[in-house]
C-alpha cells in the first residue's frame, strides 16, 4: 500500500485542514517550456504516485504532461506534453488540454480535462501505465469544464460530474452530473448544486465546480469543489465539501456554508491570477484516517494541504447550508 503524503497538524492550527509547511511542492518553473504548473490530478501508481499535471508554457499554451513521484511530494514531470493516441474515437481534435483530473476504474486510469474543441468541453482519455494515452470521444457539447469521473459504476453506469459554461471567464457556474454506459455516450443530465444566495455564503455565490474524485464515506460520498464570489477586486476561489447519496449523488444531504480553505498565503493571492485556490486531486487512507488535497495556488503553482477524513465528514454535517 502506497504511504500518501501527511505532515501532522500545527499547535496552533483551529481549522480542519492545514497547508504543508513546505509549500508551494512544484515551482512555475520546475520544467524548462513552463510558465506555471497548477491545477493538476494524481494518483497512487506502482510503488508510488503517478499524475497528469497542467503546464502552461511560456506562450502560455495549455497542455497536460505526466509526471512520477515517489513520495507524492517531490515530482518528475516530463518535458513533453501527452501525445494521445485514437481511445474509442478517430476524433482526437484539440486546441489545449488543462485542469486535469485522473481515476482508476477497473481495470485502468481515467484521465478527464477542458479540451479546446471549439471552446471548452470535456476530454476523456485513459492510460494503463502513463506511458502510452489513448483519447476518447469528448463527453459534452462546448461549453464545459470541471468534468469529475466517481471511481467507480454507480448503478451500472459511468458517472461524472460537470460544471457548464460559456468560452471566456465564466460569471456562473453550477454543478451538474451526467451517467454513461460505455465512456462515450453521455445522458441523464441532473443538477446536482446550484451557487448560493449572497446572504447565505458568499464566497461560493457566483459559481461552483467539482474538484478531487469524490470519496466515498460511510455518509456518503465526500466532493470537495471550488466556490467563486465576485469581489470589486475581481474572482475569488476558495474550497468547500459537500457529502452526496452513495446510490443517487445528484441529491446533496451535506454541503458547507463556510470554507475548508480560501486564499491567505502568498503563493495563493499573488501570481498569473491572483485568490485561487483549485483542487483538483486527493489521496486518501480510510484506515489512517487522513487526506492530502492537491490544489493549484493563484494559476501559477500547485501546493498540499491536510486533513482527517473523519474531522473533514464532521465538520461538512456540522456546518451545512
Not at 485522473?102 to 471552446?119: K, L, Q
Request: aromatic residues 14%.
Amino acid at each position: 500500500m502506497n504511504t500518501i503524503p501527511w505532515q501532522d497538524k500545527p499547535e496552533n492550527c483551529k481549522d480542519v485542514m492545514w497547508r504543508y509547511s513546505a509549500n508551494p511542492i512544484i515551482d512555475r518553473y520546475a520544467i524548462p517550456s513552463s510558465n506555471s504548473i497548477f491545477n493538476s490530478a494524481v494518483v497512487p501508481f506502482g510503488d508510488g504516485f503517478a499524475g497528469v499535471f497542467r503546464c502552461d508554457n511560456k506562450a502560455v499554451q495549455m497542455n497536460i504532461f505526466a509526471g512520477f513521484s515517489k513520495d507524492g511530494i517531490h515530482w518528475d514531470i516530463e518535458h513533453e506534453p501527452i501525445v494521445f493516441v485514437p481511445g474509442n474515437t478517430e476524433m482526437i481534435d484539440s486546441d489545449y488540454k488543462y485542469d486535469p483530473r485522473v481515476t482508476f476504474i477497473e481495470d485502468r486510469y481515467w484521465i478527464t480535462w477542458c479540451n479546446g474543441y471549439h471552446g471548452p468541453t470535456i476530454g476523456i482519455g485513459y492510460t494503463f501505465d502513463f506511458k502510452e494515452f489513448h483519447q476518447c470521444e469528448n463527453a459534452f457539447l462546448p461549453f464545459n469544464r470541471n468534468g469529475v469521473l466517481f471511481p467507480e459504476k454507480i448503478n451500472g453506469r459511468y458517472a461524472m460530474l460537470s460544471r457548464p459554461s460559456d468560452n471566456g471567464h465564466t460569471p456562473f457556474g453550477d454543478i451538474y452530473i451526467s451517467y454513461s454506459p460505455d465512456m462515450k455516450y453521455w445522458g441523464e443530465h441532473r443538477c446536482v448544486m446550484k451557487v448560493t444566495p449572497f446572504v447565505d455564503s458568499a464566497w461560493q455565490c457566483t459559481k461552483i465546480g467539482a474538484g478531487p474524485i469524490p470519496i466515498l464515506t460511510d455518509e456518503g460520498w465526500l466532493t470537495f469543489y471550488h466556490g467563486v464570489i465576485n469581489t470589486c477586486n475581481g474572482f475569488r476561489y476558495s474550497v468547500g465539501a459537500a457529502l452526496l447519496d452513495k446510490n443517487e449523488p445528484e441529491k446533496v444531504k451535506y454541503r458547507t456554508q463556510p470554507y475548508l480553505l480560501a486564499p491567505a498565503e502568498t503563493y495563493e493571492m499573488v501570481g498569473d491570477v491572483p485568490n485561487v485556490v483549485f483542487p483538483c486531486a486527493a489521496l486518501h487512507s480510510h484506515e489512517e484516517d487522513k487526506l492530502a488535497l492537491y490544489y493549484g495556488a493563484a494559476d501559477t503553482v500547485t501546493a498540499m494541504a491536510f486533513g482527517r477524513i473523519s474531522e473533514i465528514v464532521r465538520f461538512v454535517k456540522e456546518n451545512s447550508l
